[in-house]
């Protein structure tokens, strides 16, 4: 199908041959291994599409790639010349290359994460429902005979409500977070520990507790999952993440109501948060990262991110 795929999106024909090739490979390899495990007996769900943002990976197999241990430059074919860091010699011949992504991620109370993709994630609130339903228990709980056996129930049905909207929450932070191991190479957040928050927002007393303890949660999961697939989580000084212009470093001042930057040294205006998450990926790689997304973020809900599935990579090499 790659032929007359190129013709409908000519954009195809400036990716290398093997690289359209090796997408279509890992398709076909998954659609074969669920019908393989449908078989066996295992339910098995649907293939789900990977849009914009969320495929940065190229294999670039057997062919189309040049590595130059001696100036530590890797030829990619269509794409070209880039400075490569070797950590140890290269011994034997090299069979593949895949490129994997960075990404920065910025937490924040508006949405969950913004990353510099430009994916934005939206808060869970899948709480919402089941908070609701708690106040009423509560309530009823206040009202009722201490001691009694209805009592009893009710306090019974409370902890198990509260456990409801911990799996919840934890089910959609170890969705994202496995999303974003599985996708890029290496991940850069801001350090939590050194923030202190005071950026972050206003003091909103027991929701603020609940958003910090997923936040921190949320980089827990990073952490260990990047550990276990072999990827690299960078912590951030989060100092001037926000004030500072992702596109030329003038610190533009703004305060917590203005969701926009705009920067009037060069020009650069995107979402705050987005111009933040770019900073912590900047920061975390030391050098400059040519903007990829101006125009709006990519909305992506709470219902996606728990839709996701736990798929592993589809090459592992050892
Ligand atoms: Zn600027």
Not at 86 to 98: L, N, S
Not at 159 to 177: E, G, P, T, V
Not at 190 to 202: C, N
């Amino acid at each position: 199908m790659i032929p007359s795929l190129k013709l409908v999106n000519p954009k195809l024909n400036c990716v290398y041959s093997k690289v359209l090739q090796m997408v279509n490979y890992t398709l076909w390899s998954n659609i074969k291994g669920l019908f393989a495990s449908k078989k066996n007996g295992r339910k098995v769900g649907h293939i789900r599409f990977k849009g914009y943002g969320w495929y940065n990976t190229l294999n670039y197999n057997q062919s189309g790639f040049k590595v130059d241990q001696d100036h530590g430059i890797l030829h990619l074919s269509k794409i070209g010349d880039m400075r490569i860091k070797i950590y140890r010699k290269i011994e034997g011949c090299i069979k593949a290359v895949i490129i994997k992504g960075v990404v920065g991620l910025d937490v924040g109370l508006t949405s969950f994460v913004v990353d510099s993709v430009g994916n934005e994630i939206e808060n869970p609130r899948c709480a919402k429902q089941s908070s609701d339903k708690l106040a009423r228990l509560q309530r009823k709980l206040a009202r009722a005979v201490r001691g009694s056996n209805n009592y009893k129930s009710l306090k019974d049905k409370i902890a198990k409500l509260h456990k409801r909207i911990n799996c919840q929450r934890d089910d959609f932070l170890h969705k994202l977070s496995r999303t974003y191991v599985n996708n890029f190479d290496i991940i850069c957040v801001e350090d939590l520990d050194i923030i202190g928050l005071k950026e972050k927002g206003h003091n909103n007393g027991m929701h603020r507790c609940i958003h910090d303890a997923s936040w921190s949660k949320f980089v827990f999961m990073l952490s260990y999952k990047a550990q276990s697939a072999g990827r690299k989580l960078i912590k951030v000084d989060p100092r001037n993440t926000t004030q500072r212009c992702s596109a030329c470093g003038s610190i533009v001042k703004k305060d917590l109501s203005i969701r926009v930057h705009e920067c009037p040294y060069c020009g650069f205006s995107c979402d705050r948060d987005y111009n933040a998450s770019r900073n912590i990926l900047i920061t975390g790689m030391e050098q400059p990262v040519a903007p990829i997304e101006l125009k709006p973020l990519h909305h992506i809900s709470v219902v996606q991110v728990l839709a996701m599935k736990w798929e592993a990579a589809p090459f592992r090499t050892r």
